[in-house]
């Protein structure tokens, strides 16, 4: 499983270096982003741990809505 973990994380570290190049990324600290992406990949079976206590379409649509978008307001 250690294995697979480091291979999610370098993918999305190679994504954002990427990103960061072309500038579609803001430069990021890219150790932590890359921890943050395989953290939050890695928690994503837990919302099926407690099935009747969140649906699981509209927790996954929320889930990416703040991993993609944050949860800091624009203010």
């Known amino acids: 499983m250690e294995t697979n973990a480091s291979k ?6 190679e994504m954002i270096r990427s990103g960061i190049t072309d500038k579609t990324i803001r430069n990021v600290n ?3 982003a890359e921890n943050i992406i395989a953290g939050a990949i890695e928690s994503i079976p837990d919302m099926a741990i ?11 649509i929320d889930f990416f809505d703040i991993f993609f978008n944050g949860n800091a307001t624009t203010a």
């Open 30 to 32: 890219l150790l932590v």
């Open 8 to 13: 999610v994380k370098n993918l999305f570290g």
């Open 50 to 60: 407690a099935p009747n206590e969140i649906d699981l379409e509209q927790g996954s």
